[in-house]
């Protein structure tokens, strides 16, 4: 085994190997840094006249290890600008007043997250509230005089006596803190107060849209502020001259972000129509007359997650996953009919538009650009580029994105995105790194640069090739396909990976010696099962991943994702939770398994990660566990986030490459 030394700078080093496949003057190569501090946008709001938009970018502070997200400006013709500048924490959410004079924002400057008022033009930021505890979330009222918004009501008196007697705990039955609406003035010569719209333990806020009048806000709540309470939210109406709540979707499962038509006469909002299986059944688009009445569903012909973006006098307005792509599609409230709007970019995030519909601002990507702003007119759909944040990566060595597809052991058609590397050598066989998205009901999409904590970059350039597929569960592909891995997790997800994994192989794209394979949370159950039910890998990376479904069952935060994949619990079916356990087929580990939980992961307990660690070494598998202290289900944060690429990096070095790398200690070894 070759021992290769850190000695010019932190990452680059590890792939200069690859540079006799690359040519004698390969490109730079990104460092794990390089990567982690790509600035990203987030979102983007077009003014109501057009006349600019503003968006969000989100960037690495490395000194504090936190991302900092602060707001920008574009105005036609113009060079975009930051318009906010927020010390040790962020500014979020910009929306603009209906006028185009005020962008109301979020920011935590000390006080918790409080709105705050800011010119287009610049200038210093109006703090608009102080409110205790901070505020969730904000919308203008029509006329721009109010912005209604949502906060979580404080510990009660009660709570505060009992932790002064008995100090801090938790039953489990308790009564959570809800959130809740609140109005305030728009005054910028003073911190008006605030005054509460809704109270009480009966149900807590989640999403809400004032009416085109300003007269009522509808709003979705559940119970409870839990996760697992998702799928019994409900819809109500507050009318703002009574303070009277008026429920107006109440029906099983899930009902939630609603929306007004442009007259105010319906609301839009997605439901599951009483399907008790909401994880993996289609969510529908439903309008119901604001007054209440009969619920109309207008997607009932499409075979997917229709999430509704916006209503305009020209119709709704949504996104959606077709295969590994997202479209952007236009739907007629009237009769229901759908038409695709937008062919490019590939992958249209999110959609902003005027006041008359007339103008767009697109967040989008495809798979040689990062998600950029551009502007349009909707009748013409000319493209314009507002942003170029793909500078960042123009002279990266970031080869090929195909959407490939093949066939499972049932039968099954199966889609997933191949990288390849730069000056790809058909005559070759490469190393195959397998990364197996969460969800499952997301999708691996085919972009220039992505990973999480697996640093594909660097191992594309290394001269590896990588396959993310799509398996049965993933979003796009339609109800049916969603369904196939009830009662069957892991196994049918298995086929469909290894099926995979042996098309390129018997294509002599692959080197069936060289294959790894790794995923984070649902990715890292399929790991986990592949550790534990197949011999085609060198070696796996389990990240944050399920290893027993009845340990899952009783201590996720989402008990009923457990009950309706698996349509029992496990005391009226063991076989099954047996059968789609990786630890039920532990006997069968062969393959060095690295093992990465965060140690506050309350989605999937570190506890799945301590029994695949005992499991693995009772067989005598070589397996390690690193533990991210002070996480949950995911790393948010840069430095820890280095550490688990450098984790990876090192496991599959070792056991890919047959190379011994040292993980670096020193800040000088940068570039």
């Known amino acids: 085994m070759r021992r290769i030394r850190l000695v010019f700078f932190l990452t680059g080093i590890l792939i200069a190997c690859a540079a006799g496949a690359q040519g004698e003057n390969p490109p730079p190569v990104p460092s794990f840094e390089d990567v982690i501090s790509l600035r990203s946008i987030e979102s983007a709001q077009i003014a109501p006249d057009g006349s600019a938009i503003v968006y969000t970018v989100r960037s690495t502070v490395w000194d504090q290890n936190r991302y900092d997200t602060e707001i920008w400006l574009a105005r036609e013709g113009e060079r975009p600008f930051q318009l906010t500048y927020t010390n040790d924490g962020s500014s979020y959410s910009p929306q603009w007043s209906q006028d185009a004079r005020w962008i109301g924002f979020t920011a935590d400057r000390g006080e918790g997250s409080q709105i705050y008022l800011i010119r287009p033009n610049g200038g210093e930021a109006v703090k608009l509230t102080g409110h205790e505890g901070g505020i969730g979330v904000f919308k203008w009222m029509p006329d721009g005089k109010q912005i209604v918004f949502s906060a979580l009501d404080p510990a009660g008196d009660n709570q505060r006596k009992s932790e002064d007697l008995y100090g801090r705990f938790t039953r489990d039955d308790a009564e959570p803190r809800m959130m809740h609406l609140w109005l305030t003035d728009v005054d910028v010569e003073k911190t008006p107060a605030s005054r509460r719209l809704t109270s009480g333990t009966a149900f807590t806020v989640d999403g809400f849209n004032p009416s085109p009048d300003g007269k009522k806000i509808v709003f979705s709540h559940r119970p409870k502020p839990f996760e697992s309470a998702w799928g019994d939210s409900d819809i109500s109406v507050i009318d703002l001259a009574t303070r009277t709540v008026t429920p107006l979707v109440a029906q099983p499962g899930p009902d939630s972000n609603p929306m007004w038509s442009p007259d105010g006469t319906w609301i839009l909002f997605n439901t599951a129509m009483r399907k008790p299986h909401h994880f993996y059944q289609n969510i529908e688009l439903a309008k119901i007359p604001a007054e209440g009445g009969e619920i109309t569903v207008l997607t009932s012909s499409f075979d997917e997650y229709p999430n509704a973006l916006k209503w305009t006098q020209q119709g709704i307005y949504f996104n959606s996953s077709q295969k590994s792509l997202i479209h952007l599609f236009q739907l007629d409230p009237e009769n229901g009919s759908i038409t695709r709007v937008f062919d490019v970019p590939e992958i249209i995030v999110d959609i902003s538009l005027t006041g008359d519909g007339q103008k767009a601002a697109i967040t989008a990507l495809d798979r040689t650009t990062l998600v950029e702003v551009y502007q349009t007119s909707l009748d013409s759909y000319n493209l314009v580029k507002v942003t170029d944040m793909t500078a960042q990566i123009e002279n990266w060595p970031l080869g090929t994105r195909e959407i490939i597809s093949w066939e499972s052991r049932d039968g099954t058609e199966i889609e997933g995105i191949l990288w390849k590397p730069e000056n790809y050598d058909s005559n070759r066989r490469y190393p195959l790194m397998v990364v197996i998205h969460g969800g499952p009901n997301t999708a691996a999409r085919p972009m220039p640069v992505s990973g999480y904590v697996y640093p594909l970059v660097q191992w594309l350039a290394k001269g590896a090739v990588i396959l993310e597929p799509n398996y049965r569960g993933s979003a796009g592909y339609g109800e049916q396909f969603r369904s ?148 949950g289900h995911g790393i948010s944060k840069p430095k820890e986030l280095l550490a688990a690429m450098w984790h990876n990096w090192q496991w599959f070095a070792k056991h890919i490459w047959d190379e011994d790398v040292e993980l670096p200690l020193s800040k000088n070894l940068e570039r």
């Open 484 to 631: 196939l891995n009830v009662r069957n997790l892991g196994v049918g997800d298995a086929w469909d990976i290894e099926s995979g994994v042996d098309v390129l192989v018997k294509t002599g794209i692959a080197d069936k010696n060289r294959v790894g394979a790794m995923g984070w949370s649902q990715g890292g159950f399929i790991s986990a099962f592949l550790s534990t039910n197949s011999k085609k890998f060198r070696a796996i990376s389990m990240g944050a991943g399920i290893s027993d479904w009845t340990m899952y069952y009783g201590n996720t935060d989402i008990h009923s994702f457990t009950l309706q994949y698996l349509q029992a619990t496990p005391w009226e079916d063991p076989d099954v939770y047996a059968k789609t356990s990786p630890i039920t087929h532990i006997k069968n580990a062969g393959t060095p398994t690295l093992i990465q939980h965060g140690e506050f992961d309350r989605r999937v307990p570190i506890s799945n990660a301590y029994l695949m660690l005992r499991g693995l070494r009772d067989m005598g598998v070589e397996t390690e566990l690193i533990v991210y202290n002070g996480f």
